[in-house]
């Protein structure tokens, strides 16, 4: 089973700051299989990015997606207020498997 | 507009059994291949089973043997059968949609309901 390890557990930014999230699997995700949610308090996950790099629909450009292999990275350009929340990445290369989850909270 | 609406939570003994539901609307379940994932409190997700456009339906190694997915398509509706529960199977459970491109199926979620929690204790 691939681990996906999301680091770090916790950024906290400001509004209008660069938030970058990583993703590492324990081995090499197939073709770049690599997914991004985001989830709010008491709501269900919002798929934002699929592999790798292709922003869901409706997923506002400020989200992009980079990497390959066992390195991944969410990157949100400048953080609305309605962007705090955590945030998980999934491999659906070979089963299935969630990261644990990076909380992005207002500093 | 696509909704998927769950039920049947609620509060169960160890050894027990619940039977949870997901209403779908603004498309065919039939047609799509749809998962139930769970999140235990304050954790992170966790994949539970699937069930194909064609109707094979596969698990994972913590639920297999003790939970089966199931459709009724004049419904339109999935269900989860969960026998000999366990603490550890206390989670809110979503149904999920998969995500479908150019007709390639791909086991990831583009639609979530809002869950449904399952608490498992005495």
């Known amino acids: 089973e691939i681990v996906l390890t999301q680091s770090p557990g916790t950024l906290s930014l400001s509004p209008g700051e660069r938030a970058t999230l990583s993703c590492r699997a324990s081995?090499?995700?197939?073709?770049?299989?690599l997914a991004w949610y985001q989830q709010k308090p008491g709501q269900a996950p919002r798929l934002l990015i699929y592999?790798?790099?292709s922003r869901a629909t409706g997923i506002p450009d400020r989200f992009s997606g980079s990497g390959s292999g066992t390195d991944f990275t969410l990157t949100i350009s400048r953080l609305e207020p309605e962007d705090f929340a955590v945030y998980y990445c999934q491999q659906y290369g070979s089963s299935r498997t969630f990261g644990q989850g990076t909380k992005v909270e207002i500093k | 507009e696509v909704q998927l609406v769950e039920s049947g939570g609620g509060l169960v003994q160890p050894g027990g059994s619940l039977r949870l539901s997901c209403a779908a609307s603004?498309?065919?379940?039939?047609?799509?291949?749809m998962s139930w994932v769970r999140q235990a409190p304050g954790k992170g997700l966790e994949w539970v089973s699937v069930?194909?456009?064609?109707?094979?339906?596969y698990y994972a190694d913590s639920v297999k043997g003790r939970f089966t997915l199931s459709r009724d398509n004049s419904k339109n509706t999935l269900f989860l059968q969960m026998n000999s529960l366990r603490a550890e199977d206390t989670a809110l459970y979503y149904c999920?949609?998969?995500?479908?491109?150019?007709?390639?199926?791909?086991?990831?979620?583009?639609?979530w309901g809002q869950g449904t929690l399952v608490t498992v204790s005495s």
């Open positions: 081995q090499s995700v197939g073709s770049s299989s």
């Open positions: 069930i194909y456009s064609g109707g094979s339906t």
């Open positions: 592999g790798a790099s």
């Open positions: 603004g498309f065919t379940v039939s047609s799509n291949y």
């Open positions: 999920a949609r998969h995500l479908m491109i150019s007709s390639s199926w791909f086991f990831l979620f583009d639609y």
